[in-house]
């Protein structure tokens, strides 16, 4: 198991603030970047060791029991020699009775490094008041609030819950509680970037940005996505509060973290955005 969990030292330490490792993920083979990816934690580990990322967070995902879920999280945490760290979700549309139950669980477990929400995939709105015990439970824990954001994998998720402007009212409400704009709100990027420009609260990271590598605009489309984080951090002037992410299983490392490493903005932000922005909203000790 050594080989698998060694850590790269020729490059400065990376954080992927985003990608998914479960049983639970859908149709691999057509999802994954390529068909052929080995999706395991060897895959995972490995990818990570070849493009010089230490440690990754991982998102359950919204199809999983929550408690199995929690229980894959952990032995990932525990098989990768602490470079998995776990995010769990929780589903406020379940039933008063089961959300009960699931919100218990996310107060016992120990280690826990954030919460992901997943609207759009789940009919309710991050303002639903459903909603308030996960924030206060995020507040007490010093835990940040991952929302899903714009399009969505499946057709059936309803876009008009993962808007990142529905969003702004919780920010706002809960303004101790740290939050995550996932993929930068695509398609509504500008709409993502006024949340981090207008909330002290809000991050956004650069997942899923990126179309498949079968596109024959790929190439492309990587050059779009570098101009559109370029602008947003730009025109913020907030490289702190944006992360590096992937969405592994659906872009490739290599392409996600070479993107982040192309972006026109100094050393010390490209570096905050690869690795120390998240070390510190996520409170990775060394």
């Not at 959300?99 to 477990?109: G, I, M, P, T, V």
């Amino acid at each position: 198991m050594r080989s698998l969990i060694a850590r790269p030292e020729a490059r400065p330490k990376c954080v992927d603030a985003h990608v998914h490792l479960t049983k639970w993920w859908p149709n691999i083979s057509t999802t994954g970047y390529r068909p052929e990816l080995d999706y395991s934690l060897h895959g995972l580990l490995s990818e990570m060791d070849s493009t010089g990322i230490d440690r990754a967070l991982v998102l359950q995902m919204y199809l999983a029991p929550e408690e199995e879920g929690l229980a894959e999280g952990q032995r990932l945490y525990d098989d990768s020699g602490g470079r998995l760290l776990p995010v769990a979700t929780i589903d406020p549309t379940q039933g008063e009775e089961s959300f009960a139950s699931s919100l218990l669980r996310l107060e016992q477990e120990e280690r826990l490094y954030g919460i992901k929400l997943y609207p759009g995939y789940r009919p309710f709105y991050p303002h639903d008041r459903r909603l308030d015990p996960v924030y206060e439970l995020a507040h007490r824990r010093s835990l940040p609030v991952l929302f899903h954001q714009g399009d969505t994998l499946e057709g059936r998720g309803l876009l008009k819950f993962a808007r990142p402007l529905e969003v702004d009212e919780v920010a706002g409400r809960f303004r101790d509680v740290p939050f995550v704009l996932c993929h930068l709100g695509n398609p509504w990027i500008d709409e993502a970037a006024e949340l981090v420009y207008k909330n002290p609260n809000v991050h956004a990271d650069m997942s899923g940005l990126l179309a498949s590598p079968s596109s024959p605009y790929f190439q492309r489309s990587w050059e779009l996505a570098l101009q559109r984080v370029e602008e947003v951090v730009v025109s913020t002037g907030l490289p702190s509060r944006f992360l590096f992410g992937s969405d592994w299983p659906l872009e490739s490392l290599e392409a996600a973290v070479g993107l982040t490493r192309r972006l026109d903005l100094s050393d010390t932000d490209r570096a905050a955005l690869l690795g120390s922005n998240a070390e510190r909203l996520f409170r990775l000790a060394r």
